[in-house]
């Protein structure tokens, strides 16, 4: 019973240490002999079973005082017939001369099971750095100064982008100085809507009145604001070039229009009493000032677009299907 007992805590242990036994570890590198300041390649790697973790030696920017790292790859894993194979590589180099030893690395690995550290330990290496041999029987020779190379576009382009921004600005300046000398705004205001004819016509029509030019004596300048109102309007509204047109031809082509008799009415009277006033110097009355501005407004308001009011679509469905 004892020796069961024996048995059963050794194999479990056994289990663990001989994986652990073997467990290979090397180090290499590329060359044994390399010139001062040579790249040259080293790699590390061991080889475990597939249950064990292993913990790589670290190194900082130094293999050992002599010998730099220049750069440092990934842990690579590679399966092979007896587990796998760990490996990571480096770009060494030296810029001191002499024969150095890289001495053996210890790598330490567990079971994925097991809390417990094993050690492997790498083979010693060596390297020899050489220094270029100088011939002292030959003459020195002149240093050579820097080689001169072509510019090439993308060299030149930043500078392109500069001196186009700098032209751009001088351009700017001086248009923001002409504006300011000539006291212009810098950024011209968003023009306004224009408005409907006929609210522009109503409102220098009110204008007109609160004016009260005629009773002042100016009666041909009042008629002749009140007409050049009524052309304004008639141009705005039917588009035809009535600043140009007489009385008369403004008449005929309001009745080609089809205007309703008494707003043409209105209009009439208007222009012929103004045609009296302006070129016959005619006088009339103070009612009739009032009654012509007044023509005018009529006119307007007789005239103007009216707005087109579409039926919701329910209501035009019912009518149709009653």
Same mark, same amino acid.
């Given at each position: 019973?004892?020796?069961?007992?024996?048995?059963?805590?050794?194999?479990?242990?056994?289990?663990?240490?001989?994986?652990?036994?073997?467990? !290979?570890?090397?180090?290499?590198?590329?060359?044994?002999?390399?010139?001062?300041?040579?790249?040259?390649?080293?790699?590390?790697?061991?080889?475990?079973?597939? %249950?064990?973790?292993?913990?790589?030696?670290?190194?900082?920017?130094?293999? =050992?005082?002599?010998?730099?790292?220049?750069?440092?790859?990934?842990?690579?894993?590679?399966?092979?017939?007896?587990?796998?194979?760990?490996?990571?590589? $480096?770009?060494?180099? %030296?810029?001191?001369?002499?024969?150095?030893?890289?001495?053996?690395?210890?790598?330490?690995? &567990? &079971?994925?099971?097991?809390?417990?550290?094993?050690?492997?330990?790498?083979?010693?290496?060596?390297?020899?750095?050489?220094?270029?041999?100088?011939? /002292?029987?030959?003459?020195?020779?002149?240093?050579?100064?820097?080689?001169?190379?072509? $510019? /090439?576009?993308?060299?030149?382009?930043?500078?392109?982008?500069?001196?186009?921004?700098?032209?751009?600005?001088?351009?700017?300046?001086?248009?923001?100085?002409?504006?300011?000398?000539?006291?212009?705004?810098?950024?011209?205001?968003?023009?306004?809507?224009?408005?409907?004819?006929?609210?522009?016509?109503?409102?220098?029509?009110?204008?007109?009145?609160?004016?009260?030019?005629?009773?002042?004596?100016?009666?041909?300048? $009042?008629?002749?604001?009140?007409?050049?109102?009524?052309?304004?309007?008639?141009?705005?509204?039917?588009?035809?070039?009535?600043?140009?047109?007489?009385?008369? !031809?403004?008449?005929?082509?309001?009745?080609?229009?089809?205007?309703?008799? !008494?707003? $043409?009415?209105?209009?009439?009277?208007?222009?012929?009493?103004?045609?009296? +006033?302006?070129?016959?110097?005619? &006088?009339?009355?103070?009612?009739?000032?009032?009654? %012509?501005?007044? &023509?005018?407004?009529?006119? +307007?308001?007789?005239?103007?677009?009216?707005?087109?009011?579409?039926?919701?679509?329910?209501? =035009?469905?019912?009518?149709?299907?009653?």
């Amino acid at each position: 019973m004892k020796k069961l007992l024996i048995i059963g805590f050794i194999l479990p242990w056994l289990a663990l240490k001989t994986p652990a036994q073997n467990v !290979e570890a090397y180090a290499r590198l590329d060359s044994a002999s390399i010139m001062i300041g040579d790249q040259i390649g080293f790699e590390l790697g061991i080889t475990v079973p597939e %249950s064990f973790v292993v913990s790589f030696p670290f190194f900082t920017d130094t293999i =050992t005082q002599n010998i730099e790292i220049i750069r440092k790859d990934p842990i690579d894993t590679l399966p092979v017939s007896n587990g796998l194979l760990m490996k990571q590589n $480096y770009i060494v180099t %030296s810029f001191d001369s002499g024969y150095f030893q890289l001495p053996p690395f210890e790598f330490l690995f &567990h &079971h994925l099971e097991d809390s417990v550290l094993y050690r492997a330990n790498t083979n010693t290496l060596y390297l020899m750095v050489n220094t270029p041999e100088v011939d /002292t029987t030959q003459a020195f020779k002149a240093i050579k100064g820097p080689v001169s190379e072509p $510019y /090439t576009f993308m060299e030149i382009f930043p500078w392109i982008l500069l001196g186009v921004a700098l032209i751009g600005g001088i351009i700017v300046l001086i248009w923001y100085l002409k504006r300011r000398q000539q006291k212009k705004p810098i950024f011209r205001p968003k023009p306004k809507p224009a408005l409907p004819a006929d609210v522009l016509a109503l409102q220098k029509l009110e204008e007109l009145r609160l004016a009260k030019i005629w009773q002042q004596g100016k009666l041909k300048a $009042y008629y002749t604001d009140l007409t050049d109102i009524a052309r304004e309007y008639f141009e705005g509204r039917y588009q035809f070039d009535a600043m140009e047109m007489t009385s008369d !031809e403004i008449l005929e082509k309001l009745k080609i229009l089809d205007v309703n008799d !008494e707003a $043409y009415g209105k209009m009439k009277s208007m222009l012929q009493l103004a045609d009296l +006033v302006k070129f016959a110097k005619a &006088h009339p009355t103070p009612l009739e000032n009032d009654v %012509s501005l007044n &023509h005018c407004v009529d006119f +307007v308001k007789e005239t103007k677009p009216v707005p087109v009011v579409s039926e919701p679509a329910e209501k =035009t469905l019912t009518e149709k299907e009653a």
